[in-house]
Nanobody
Framework: QVQFVESGGGLVQPGGSLRLSCAAS????????MTWYRQGPGKERELVAG????????FYADSVKGRFTISRDDAKNTVYLQMNMLKPEDTAVYYC??????????????WGQGTQVTVSS
C-alpha cells in the first residue's frame, strides 16, 4: 500500500524558512523520482519541485527557483523540501508523491494528507 506522510509545515513570516519532510512507503523508493506539489487557497494543485531517482536531475517551478531545494535520503525513504525566502504566495498545502520523472506526471492516484504552510506577518 502506497503511503506518503508529509510533515514540517507551519506558520512563518515572509522571508523565513521551513524544511518539509515526506516519508514514503509501499513502493521501491530508491528507483522512483519524487516530487512536491502544492495547492494554494482557491488554486489548482501545481508541481513545485522534483528529483530523479539518482538525484542527478532536479526540476523546479519558475516561481520557486533559487529559493527551494529538493533532496532525498534513500536510506530513510524520505524526500525533503528546503524552502527559503518564503513569500505569502507560497501559502499552500504541500504534498509529496512519486513521479514518472522529476517533472511529473505522478505515478499514483493516492495523495497523503499534506502539510500546511502559511506565510504571513
Amino acid at each position: 500500500q502506497v503511503q506518503f506522510v508529509e510533515s514540517g509545515g507551519g506558520l512563518v513570516q515572509p522571508g523565513g524558512s521551513l524544511r518539509l519532510s515526506c516519508a514514503a512507503s509501499g513502493f521501491t523508493f530508491s528507483r522512483s523520482a519524487m516530487t512536491w506539489y502544492r495547492q494554494g487557497p482557491g488554486k489548482e494543485r501545481e508541481l513545485v519541485a522534483g528529483i530523479s531517482s539518482r538525484a542527478n536531475y532536479r526540476f523546479y517551478a519558475d516561481s520557486v527557483k533559487g529559493r527551494f531545494t529538493i533532496s532525498r535520503d534513500d536510506a530513510k525513504n524520505t524526500v525533503y523540501l528546503q524552502m527559503n525566502m518564503l513569500k505569502p504566495e507560497d501559502t499552500a498545502v504541500y504534498y509529496c508523491t512519486a513521479g514518472r520523472t522529476a517533472a511529473g506526471p505522478r505515478l499514483y492516484a493516492y495523495w497523503g494528507q499534506g502539510t500546511q504552510v502559511t506565510v504571513s506577518s
